[in-house]
């Protein structure tokens, strides 16, 4: 999954956005608000990690301005305001998640993923379409029982699918969720990812919709 970072602090920066890349997202970094409210008008993420001290526009009113818009991307503020005043003005500015620095990476990309969740009318930890089974925290996916390898764009984009299960998402949207600014993606990267989870899993499990994208159906039971 893609998530936009707005930290201006470059080692902290840094440090988080390779921590969650190793935790299985594509990570946008930008340090400053102007920049930030400009990534999310130009692109989709699935949650953003705010801090609020940021340089050019306060990281209040990057959220004031995002909710205004419409723009409904869990965000999760990252921050040293401590202060209670603080934490209510984020959370009832917009904020689905509030977490103090110093904080831990591995608690943060817990969060990250529950807002996922959430965001996605999914509560359980585990993804479950028909036959297919996902633990996005541990990474790993079972179909009819039995584990399944998938590296970490299978992964990701199996994820994708199974989050929007029912629905058609095109090559550009599943590109958007699977590369990060800066990340080098063929014409037919998607393809190429759809069929090894078709010879991983089963031939038919993801369908093409000719001329728009490919959409894992929701069995009729689910």
């Known amino acids: 999954m893609r998530i936009l970072v707005v930290e201006d602090d470059p080692l902290l920066g840094d440090g988080i956005k390779a921590g969650l890349t190793q935790g299985g997202f594509a990570v946008d970094w930008v340090r400053d608000g102007i920049a930030a409210e400009l990534a999310l008008r130009t692109a989709s993420h699935a949650a953003v990690v705010l801090d609020l001290g940021l340089p050019r526009m306060e990281g209040l009113e990057v959220l004031r301005r995002m909710r205004a818009a419409g723009n409904r991307t869990p965000v999760l503020v990252l921050t040293a305001r401590d202060a209670v005043g603080d934490r209510i ?7 689905d998640d509030y977490v103090l620095k ?37 990474r790993r996916a079972r179909f009819m029982g039995k584990s399944v390898d998938l590296p970490a764009r299978e992964f990701a984009l199996l994820q994708a699918l199974m989050l929007a299960s029912g629905r058609v998402l095109t090559r550009e949207q599943l ?12 014409s037919n990267a998607i393809d190429v990812h759809v069929h090894h989870l078709r010879r991983k899993l089963a031939p038919a499990l993801i369908r093409t919709v000719r001329g728009v994208g490919y959409v894992l159906p929701r069995p009729q039971n689910d």
């Open 102 to 138: 110093p904080f831990d990476l591995h608690e943060l990309a817990a969060r990250l993923r529950a807002l996922i969740r959430r965001s996605a009318g999914e509560a359980a930890t585990l993804l479950r379409v028909g036959e297919i089974e996902l633990d996005p925290a541990a």
């Open 89 to 95: 003005k984020g959370l009832d500015g917009g904020a």
């Open 175 to 186: 590109a958007e969720r699977l590369y990060a600014w800066g990340e080098e993606v063929e």
